[in-house]
């Protein structure tokens, strides 16, 4: 790729290249109308939802943390929305990062016992970091 050129994907018009960021990046993200293409598509809702429906669930979707919204200009200087979801990495409790946490023969380990956490290989690497 050439420097200063952005590319973006969009599931309906495929690969795209821009010289523009802004423009890469509204083509990685989907607007009110192609969502709406999308849920119909995939048959996931029992009745056809209306825009303002979409954009309530996009709006939940934002302010939820789950997606993000881009407001850009279009053509005659009209205002344009484009939402792009946001991959979170999964929240872990404190006891699940420590090996016991997810141990699959934890119910097996006793102190002394053949297995148990003075002789457990695992806790002694998590306990080196």
Request: glycine share 10%; with cysteine.
């Amino acid at each position: 790729m050439e420097p200063g050129i952005s590319s973006g994907i969009n599931a309906e018009y495929g690969e795209v290249q821009h010289t523009d960021p802004l423009a890469a990046q509204r083509h990685m993200m989907c607007d009110i109308k192609q969502v709406k293409n999308f849920i119909s598509q995939l048959g996931i809702s029992k009745v056809e939802l209306e825009d303002e429906e979409v954009k309530q669930i996009l709006e939940s979707l934002v302010f939820d943390g789950f997606a993000t919204r881009l407001h850009t200009l279009g053509e005659g200087g009209k205002k344009q929305t484009f939402y792009r979801a946001i991959k979170h990495q999964p929240l872990t409790s404190g006891i699940s990062r420590v090996p016991c946490g997810v141990c699959g023969i934890i119910s097996q380990c006793t102190p002394g016992g053949l297995v148990s956490p003075q002789t457990c290989k695992y806790m002694k690497e998590w306990l080196e970091f």
